[in-house]
Antibody, heavy 121, light 110 residues
Framework: QVQLVQSAAEVKKPGSSVRVSCKAS????????ISWVRQAPGQGLEWMGG????????NYAQKSQGRVTITADISTSTAYMELSSLRSEDTAVYYC??????????????WGQGTLVTVSS | QSALTQPASVSGSPGQSITIPCTGT?????????VSWYQQHPGKAPKLVIY???NWPSGVSHRFSGSKSGNTASLTISGLQAEDEADYYC??????????FGGGTKVTVL
């Protein structure tokens, strides 16, 4: 059974950066897209970007470009999302989610438990 | 990439059927059969209930069904039950090789 386990909650100051991790188990990590989706309090889901580890390069939503960096370490089956220049509007639960098909961006069949990032001075 | 358009809320009585529309453009919903739907209960991670417009993941009730016409996809919940009360989100693959979500619909069982 596939599992995605995310890192613990973070509290950050405005202007700083945060890195959230997502460790996968139970299937071939390198061939499946891992996406990052965030949800601000009381708001909807927002796709930020993702990576297919075997291909290496991240793929980003237009809004995310410039502040978000998504990477993957195949040796540890772990994906990372780093968000820089944090502001209060970045306070949200950040989820990682796996694409259903190998090598393709599509439906997300497995989700991590979510990581709350709070940005506050 | 703009978010897909969903109604903020839909309600129905137990046993009834409800339909949630999700409207996009020819660059997303209308251009690809890669629309998916997610159910999210409060404080929980989203759960996939429909993928590729009409398909069910293993273990998902067939009371959930999906369809698409032009730039609008729809999720229908038949035989509405109390446990179906949740937020529902559509998502689509896009021409930029990205994903986009709808704004979400709160389903209330009366």
């Amino acid at each position: 059974q596939v599992q995605l386990v995310q890192s613990a909650a973070e509290v950050k100051k405005p202007g700083s950066s945060v890195r959230v991790s997502c460790k996968a188990s139970g299937d071939t990590f390198s061939n499946y897209a891992i996406s990052w989706v965030r949800q601000a309090p009381g708001q909807g889901l927002e796709w930020m970007g993702g990576i297919i580890p075997i291909f290496g390069a991240g793929n980003y939503a237009q809004k995310s470009q410039g502040r978000v960096t998504i990477t993957a370490d195949i040796s540890t089956s772990t994906a990372y999302m780093e968000l820089s220049s944090l502001r209060s509007e970045d306070t949200a639960v950040y989820y990682c989610a796996r694409g259903r098909l190998e090598g393709f961006w599509g439906a997300f069949d497995y989700w991590g438990q979510g990581t709350l990032v709070t940005v506050s001075s | 990439q703009s978010a897909l358009t969903q109604p903020a809320s839909v309600s129905g009585s137990p046993g009834q059927s409800i339909t949630i529309p999700c409207t996009g453009t020819t660059s997303d919903v209308g251009g690809y059969d890669y629309v998916s739907w997610y159910q999210q209960h409060p404080g929980k991670a989203p759960k996939l209930v429909i993928y590729d417009v009409t398909n069910w993941p293993s273990g998902v009730s067939h009371r959930f069904s999906g369809s698409k016409s032009g730039n609008t996809a729809s999720l229908t919940i038949s035989g509405l039950q109390a446990e179906d009360e949740a937020d529902y989100y559509c998502s689509s693959y896009t021409s930029s090789s990205t994903q986009v979500f709808g704004g979400g619909t709160k389903v209330t069982v009366l």
